[in-house]
């Protein structure tokens, strides 16, 4: 969890209240976060689904509502503006999704500039993803020439970097600048990288490595131009929203910001709140309470939420703009049980008794991992939930039934992984700026098909210039032997795998997985520039199999 450090009396005057230690001690560690000290300074571990939390500004914003200091979500004015830009469209293969936004009138003192590094720092790191996802550039306005541009240039393009006083190219930036060295596996594969360009083609930033030095912030600055791009657009608005919360708390003004992006235009920010529908019956069942509507609602202001509507046993709720965390109902009951105070809550001892064991698959699979540990493989752990481009599209495959989720949230977490073999090398793109060989593995569910029987997979990479069928085979083989197992081969050609390469696996003629050379077009996909073998094989089966042998 990432750590924040508040100084405790700029910590208070935000708070707007004198409160001493103790107080202080219980309300911050209630309120859901695991805090280390309050004295001489404030230091806290904040969960990583609040990253609202991540500011000074943000957490005092929350707990004065916790604390009954004050209730309901902030109130943003926008003030409208004439600042423009435009979005290119050949950025869109590199760093798809762009926005900004303008405050003006910030009194750039200690407090505010350290404030506003360090929730850039901690959002880069957690909600951005390490820069990947989101990456966020803090301008001088008064500097730009406006309307502005994103777009790409060519590696040859130069410009003087942060903290530089030259012209450098943007190659260069890659090989010796700091941020560039640090983050420059983002942009690997890219002919053309991102720019922010303004009316005189002066560089605001090159996303998501470093800003220009002409659009500096200094302690003269008054006015921001905050720009963020990404590969994900909800994601990039949640951040850009929690920025601007905390600079509004400390007076600055917000003005529009118009986009053109594929034709369309954009006004940025949309500091609107959304809505859910939260039945009172299902919060109480959950927690195990009998509060009412009007009970519950206040809960819930108590946590900085609105309340657009009520009526019997339901309730319209406003989630603030920068709360990226509300997916769910039950995400809004969790807030009402930290409002209501854990330790209001009577313990009760349920009225069952059982006697406890561990799920003997789970025994079977904690063998597995150790095992393919021992076998000089690392375990890694992946989302169950994917998309279609990555599951189909990039492995060329044609299966149709995939398992979708309704109403999801973003585009790349609306599939339920039917492998795990495509998010394995997804892992390897990831980690491509690491030395060789990669060997990794995963064991885990999936849903192969709509029929929504989950079973439990186990697929294995290997990663390295000699990456071959043979190694793999030789992994395969002393991984199921260790099991007093026998397995076939059939030659069959895969999509994934390169023809002649490749095989079925059976024991005792039922088909347990697949295994080869992964095709070098799956490769160019994943952007992968290094030779994979890999094995997927279904270990729920082989389970019954040792099991049926146990039993006999």
């Given at each position: 969890m990432p750590t924040v450090n508040f100084d405790k009396n700029e910590f208070l005057t935000l708070l707007g209240k004198t409160v001493d230690d103790k107080i202080l001690s219980d309300r911050i560690s209630m309120i859901g976060t695991d805090l280390e000290t309050v004295n001489p300074e404030i230091i806290v571990e904040v969960f990583p689904d609040r990253p609202d939390m991540l500011s000074i500004e943000g957490f005092t914003n929350a707990l004065k509502g916790?604390?009954?200091?004050?209730k309901g979500p902030i109130d943003f004015k926008v003030i409208k503006s004439n600042y423009e830009g435009k979005v290119d469209s050949k950025v869109k293969s590199v760093r798809p999704y762009a926005i900004g936004a303008i405050v003006k009138g910030i009194k750039f003192d200690d407090n505010t500039i350290k404030s506003l590094m360090q929730i850039q720092e901690k959002l880069h790191i957690t909600h951005g993803r390490n820069r990947k996802k989101v990456a966020i550039g803090v301008h001088d306005l008064d500097k730009i020439k406006f309307p502005i541009k994103y777009t790409t240039m060519s590696r040859d393009f130069s410009f003087i970097p942060l903290e530089f006083d030259k012209k450098i190219s943007i190659d260069e930036i890659l090989k010796i600048h700091p941020k560039g060295v640090a983050y420059a596996h983002l942009l690997s594969g890219f002919e053309e990288c991102p720019i922010w360009l303004d009316s005189n083609n002066e560089v605001l930033s090159m996303p998501p490595i470093i800003n220009g030095n002409n659009t500096k912030v200094t302690e003269t600055t008054k006015n921001l131009f905050i720009d963020i791009t990404g590969t994900h657009k909800k994601s990039i608005e949640y951040g850009l929203n929690i920025i601007l919360m905390g600079l509004f708390i400390r007076g600055g003004e917000i003005h529009s910001f118009k986009l053109n992006d594929e034709g369309k235009d954009w006004i940025y920010p949309n500091l609107d709140r959304e809505t859910m529908a939260l039945d009172i019956n299902y919060s109480n069942k959950v927690l195990g309470l009998q509060i009412n509507e009007n009970e519950t609602a206040d809960l819930l202001m108590k946590m900085g939420y609105g309340i657009k509507s009520k009526s019997k046993n339901k309730l319209i709720v406003e989630i603030p703009a920068y709360r990226a965390d509300i997916l769910h109902p039950i995400d809004l009951v969790e807030d009402i049980s930290i409002s209501y105070g854990f330790e209001n809550f009577t313990p009760e001892i349920p009225e069952i008794a059982t006697i406890g064991q561990e799920n003997p698959i789970e025994v079977f699979i904690r063998k597995v991992e150790e095992l393919l540990v021992g076998f000089?493989?690392?375990?890694?752990?992946?989302?169950?939930?994917s998309n279609e481009d990555v599951l189909i599209k990039k492995m060329l495959d044609n299966k149709k039934n995939l398992v979708k989720t309704r109403n999801a949230v973003n585009t790349e977490f609306d599939t339920v992984r039917c492998s795990i073999l495509p998010l394995l090398l997804k892992t390897l793109v990831n980690n491509a700026q690491y030395e060789y060989p990669q060997n990794i593995f995963e064991v885990g569910i999936i849903v192969p098909d709509q029929s929504l029987i989950e079973r439990q997979s186990l697929a294995c990479t290997i990663c390295h210039p000699k990456a071959s069928f043979t190694e793999i085979k030789a992994v395969f083989s002393g991984f199921l032997s260790s099991f007093g197992l026998k397995f076939d081969v059939k030659d069959e050609d895969y999509p994934s795998f390169i023809n002649g390469r490749s095989c079925s696996i059976e024991i005792d003629g039922i088909n347990i997985g697949k295994?080869?050379?992964?095709?070098?077009?799956?490769?160019?996909?994943?952007?992968?520039?290094?030779?994979?073998?890999a094995f997927e094989i279904d270990l729920s089966t082989i389970y019954e199999f040792l099991k049926v042998r146990i039993q006999g």
């Open positions: 916790f604390m009954g200091i004050s000089n493989f690392i375990e890694v752990k992946n989302y169950v939930l295994m080869g050379e992964i095709s070098p077009e799956v490769l160019y996909n994943f952007k992968l520039e290094m030779p994979v073998a």
